[in-house]
């Protein structure tokens, strides 16, 4: 568990779970999906059907909840592109529209950086986004990444062509920022 004041990034638990999925899968045109890959095609599942397989998420590294006031606001995550490279990815998804634009997400993504180089043997994290997402471009030069890739009209969304940003950090910039 790692915190920041009422903010704290920790593993999901049995008990978050139907949050989660009243978050996550509730509806099909969540309003965070417009932010979050709009490209990729999103579904609503039953409760029922979601708990099938939600507790595989109890308890796992590499994706834990984000609280606001031990309310669970969203979730990061990490995969990895390239595992026999260590190449890590990182994500983050403020799933309730309120608490946007209040600074959790960066919060979030600092404990979560912190987090991954304190416990992974990587010595760089990235964090893919689309050039429609300017604000999560703004958190992840907040943190100290920089964009390092520019893939150009790629992501096609509402009759329109986006670029596909990815942004990283390196270890030793990490630890340098002090963060």
Not at 11 to 21: A, G, T, V
Not at 52 to 59: M, N, R
Not at 62 to 70: C, F, K, M, P, S
Request: with cysteine; hydrophobic share 40%.
């Amino acid at each position: 568990m790692y915190q920041d004041n009422e903010l704290v990034i920790r593993p999901i638990m049995e008990q978050d779970l139907s949050k989660l999925w009243e978050l996550i899968y509730k509806e099909d045109k969540p309003e965070w999906k417009k932010w979050d890959a709009p490209y990729f095609p999103h579904k609503s599942i039953p409760f029922e059907t979601f708990m099938e397989t939600a507790p595989a998420w109890v308890g796992v590294d590499d994706r834990w909840v984000i609280t606001v006031d031990e309310v669970v606001c969203g979730v990061v995550s990490y995969y990895y592109e390239d595992e026999q490279c260590n190449w890590l990815e990182l994500g983050i998804v403020i799933h309730k529209a309120e608490t946007w634009n209040k600074g959790i997400g960066t919060r979030s993504l600092k404990l979560w950086l912190n987090h991954l180089f304190n416990s992974l043997p990587v010595v760089r994290v990235g964090l893919t986004t689309w050039s429609g997402n300017e604000r999560m471009i703004r958190v992840g030069e907040k943190i100290g990444m920089q964009i390092e890739a520019r893939i150009r009209k790629v992501r096609f969304h509402e009759g329109r062509h986006y670029d596909s940003i990815r942004m990283g950090i390196l270890r030793e910039e990490w630890e340098a920022l002090n963060i």
